[in-house]
């Protein structure tokens, strides 16, 4: 799949329509319920990701998103807003983000492998700030997320997360 887009781009997201686009993809030794799992717990994210923070629940379900949970939290330096605006359990997820001068969309792919799950994630930024970022965030976006990926893969590996409180 390298190469091509496998995210479902609202309009005004596509990567033509974008100032970067990041993407990101490891083949983890989990299975996709696992891997799904984690993924939808935000509030664990600061666990096994060291870019999330302060998450803050804003609207929708929670701990465990779906369609139309909205958080807030702090990634790339900045406190972002996103809503939950794709959601295929255990295959794809996405949210958009919006931030002081930039709006980004970020979605993910689950597909089953042998022997665990091929994920990947993609994400897209515009607006004014992103453009005088661009330079430092699109390399740090890719750098980043992959370490996402990896402690995403690391915590699957030993099954799903606990249950929320």
């Given amino acids: ?51 999330a923070k302060f998450i803050k629940h804003l609207d929708g379900s929670w701990p465990q998103l779906e369609l139309g949970s909205r958080f807030r939290w702090w990634s790339f330096g900045a406190f ?33 492998q042998e022997g665990g799950t091929y994920v990947r994630t993609e994400e897209t930024q515009k607006g004014w700030g992103i453009v005088v970022a661009k330079p430092v965030l699109r390399s740090m976006m890719v750098r980043l997320h992959q370490r996402w990926l990896e402690g995403l893969a690391r915590v699957a590996a030993d099954g799903p997360p606990p249950p929320p409180p």
């Fill in 1 to 51: 799949m390298t190469g091509e887009t496998v995210i479902s781009w609202p309009d005004q997201h596509t990567p033509e329509n974008s100032v970067f686009h990041a993407v990101n993809e490891l083949q983890m030794p989990a299975p996709p319920d696992s891997v799904w799992a984690w993924l939808c717990r935000p509030d664990l994210w600061p666990t096994f990701y060291s870019n």
């Fill in 80 to 112: 972002v807003t996103s809503e939950v605006v794709e959601f295929e359990p255990i295959e794809r997820i996405a949210w958009d983000a919006k931030v002081f001068g930039g709006r980004g969309y970020h979605g993910w792919l689950l597909r089953p």
